[in-house]
Every structure is written in C-alpha cells, then in structure tokens.
T-cell receptor
C-alpha cells in the first residue's frame, strides 16, 4: 500500500539551482529509497538510505532521513535540464519485502 | 544489476479484449513484481509473481482480472483481462536480484483502452 507522501507535488527551477523535495511516511521502515522516472517510463534507482543512517550522498544527490519525524528529503544540487523528471520515494517496511511508493514530485529544470 | 525487457512498450486496445505483457530478465532474480501507474499517479503494486506457483495479489487486485505467470526465474507475464477504459495505465515489471535491496524496472507498457 502507498504510505509515502511527497511535497511539493511539482517544482520548477532554473538550471544551476538546487531542488529539494520531501517525503513523509507512516510506519517503521528498514530503508527508504529514491527513484527517478523520465516521461512516464521505467523507474531508475537513485539512492538508498537505511533506518540507522541520517544522511547519504551520491554525486549531486544528498538524502537525509529523520526516523523520529518519519521523513526524508532529497536534494539535487546544481540542477541540469536532464534532471527534469518525476522523483518518487519508496519505503521498505521492517517486516516486509515490498516497496511502497510515495505520490512523487515532478521537477522541471528550465534552461 | 538486471536488464529487463518489457513488451509491448505501448498498445491501444478495444474494450472487452485482453492484453498480455511480457517481462524478460537477463539473469535469474529472486522476486518479480507487477505495478500499475494510473495517469498522473504513483505506483501501485498489483502482485508478486511467484516462480512455479500462483501469484500473490494485493488488496483490490484479483487473479481473474490480472492473471500472472512465472514459469522460471527470468520470465513473467501479466494479462489484463476484459479491459475497460479504467485499465488505461502504465504497467511496470520490476525485479529484486537478491544482491540488492533496490528494484530494477522494465521500461513499462503504456496501455490505452478505448
């Protein structure tokens, strides 16, 4: 079932600016993952953060996790036109093998 | 990692007909899943495809409407039966390889039902 809620629903920024999106969830998790989807096609995994981690970096991506607030944020620094996509958070429950996806944030990077 | 070939990439179908979507993986995988993404929405899990046995369906999805086969560890099909316009969605195959906790996705099937 879907348990993640993301905000904002949509985000429009200028190339070179940073993009930040947030995800909240309801139940305890094993890990939280972020995925990107271009033009309604297959999703691509971006980064995974475990429940005992607070921050993680991968290239221009920075993810934070606050389990006390049941929330996570994804920061994309120095955005590029190619970052235009929909971004989804997904949680893996503590006693589950299935990912639950959030509603997604649509990011548009203007040249 | 896993490379997934999903076919067809898109189709336009008439009401009342059925469509079978195929998902082929380039390596043996532990788990295969089928998701639906309705227009402008997030992903909803339809079922987990189990090798050699009946799929495990999520609440709101039934075998008669979405029969699934998984004859081996690299291949699965999803059939959307007796289609109506409400079935117009993107259908996505995804896998867990067993080495990772992340999902790999096929490129999706864009289905439009008239």
């Amino acid at each position: 079932s879907q348990q993640g809620e993301e905000d904002p629903q949509a985000l429009s920024i200028q190339e070179g600016e940073n993009a930040t999106m947030n995800c909240s969830y309801k139940t305890s998790i094993n890990n939280l993952q972020w995925y990107r989807q271009n033009s309604g096609r297959g999703l691509v995994h971006l980064i995974l953060i475990r429940s005992n981690e607070r921050e993680k970096h991968s290239g221009r991506l920075r993810v934070t996790l606050d389990t006390s607030k049941k929330s996570s944020s994804l920061l994309i620094t120095a955005s590029r036109a190619a970052d235009t996509a929909s971004y989804f958070c997904a949680t893996l429950g503590s006693n589950d093998y299935k990912l639950s996806f959030g509603a997604g944030t649509t990011v548009t990077v203007r040249a | 990692s896993a490379v997934i070939s999903q076919k067809p990439s898109r189709d336009i179908c008439q009401r009342g007909t059925s469509l079978t979507i195929q998902c082929q993986v380039d390596s043996q995988v532990t788990m295969m899943f089928w998701y639906r993404q309705q227009p402008g929405q997030s992903l909803t899990l339809i079922a987990t495809a189990n090798q050699g046995s009946e799929a495990t369906y999520e609440s709101g999805f039934v075998i008669d409407k979405f029969p699934i086969s998984r004859p081996n560890l690299t291949f699965s099909t999803l059939t959307v039966s007796n289609m109506s316009p409400e079935d117009s969605s993107i259908y996505l195959c995804s896998v867990l390889t067993g080495m990772d906790e992340k999902l790999f996705f096929g490129s999706g099937t864009q289905l439009s039902v008239l």
